[in-house]
């Protein structure tokens, strides 16, 4: 069984639209749960009527809000017994054959065998009303999918949470989402990443809406106007990197005990990168290919932090 998991948060703008994509998927056979974390608007309205109408396959969570979409998605999985699960936005399109082609790929990927597995997409961008900013959100931000490596993905993030899907073995091995993660997404591809596999489908499955109310928007990573972004947001940038080092601080307490040599060795440098010196951090970077995915980025890496 397929588990959808949508999270809610004064979604009633666009969450109609929403879960017909998903009832609209070439495959059918899929449960929607969805968790509402205390909305002020009339999501809660829209979610009990689509209860209501398709019982069999839509059931809602009621409970304490969290506070955030991270938090929310994390007790949304938390309460999910399935075989695969996906996370969707509430504002976003899911093309009518995404499910079936990222499951393809999950099945492919199980045929040699049970371990963790992360399947993800790319994306389309588009504005609040569907026209295209970006034909890929891979291409927009850069993130080039070939060898997706620990180190790289110590830094920096490269699945979108709203197209992955995971199995039961990478759920039961990720346990009770941390605190101390940055975003689900990228706590379960490092965990797919040291004990299974995360296999990266290039076509555009979804419609990744954009529009003020964006919790993580997309934004082009190229040109004068990336580089202007993050000169005016420095404290920003540093507040993000501390994250990643918490991050990994939290991956060596909970996995320190079953990684192997390399993998402990890895993590265990990239949270001592704090304590160094320019010159040392820059050295250490290229050492262990501690490097994001663009040349600019890398600068600001050496640089900025």
């Not at 998605?73 to 079936?100: G, H, N, T, V």
């Amino acid at each position: 069984m397929i588990t959808v998991l949508l999270a809610v948060y004064n979604g009633e703008k666009y969450l109609k639209e929403q879960i017909e994509s998903l009832l609209n998927q070439s495959i059918k056979d899929i449960k929607i749960v969805i968790r509402d974390d205390g909305s002020t608007d009339n999501s809660a309205e829209i979610i009990s009527f689509y209860c209501n109408q398709y019982p069999e396959k839509i059931t809602s969570i009621i409970g304490v809000p969290t506070g955030s979409a991270q938090k929310n998605f994390a007790e949304l999985l938390r309460q999910c017994d399935s075989d695969y699960i996906m996370f969707c936005d509430q504002d976003d399109i899911w093309l009518p054959q995404k499910i079936e082609k990222t499951f393809n790929a999950m099945e492919l990927a199980e045929q040699s065998g049970t371990k963790p597995v992360l399947v993800h997409t790319d994306l389309k961008v588009v504005n609040q009303e569907l026209s295209e900013i970006a034909p890929s959100f891979f291409e927009f931000q850069k993130l080039v999918q070939k060898d997706i490596t620990l180190p790289k993905l110590l830094v920096q993030n490269y699945v979108t949470g709203c197209t992955i899907m995971i199995n039961r073995a990478l759920k039961e091995k990720c346990g009770q989402i941390p605190n101390d993660c940055i975003m689900h997404d990228w706590w379960l591809a490092l965990v797919a990443v040291l004990f299974g596999e995360l296999v990266c489908v290039s076509e555009q499955t979804m419609l990744y809406r954009q529009h003020e109310d964006n919790q993580v928007g997309a934004k082009a990573a190229y040109g004068l106007s990336f580089v202007k972004r993050k000169l005016q947001t420095l404290d920003k940038v540093r507040e993000n990197y501390n994250a990643t080092y918490t991050q990994a601080k939290a991956l060596l307490s909970r996995y320190g005990d079953v990684l192997d040599d390399e993998q402990r060795n890895i993590i265990e440098k990239y949270c001592d990168i704090p304590k160094m010196n320019k010159f040392k951090k820059i050295r250490t970077i290229k050492k262990y290919g501690f490097k994001k995915c663009t040349r600019l980025r890398v600068m600001g890496q050496y640089f900025l932090t």
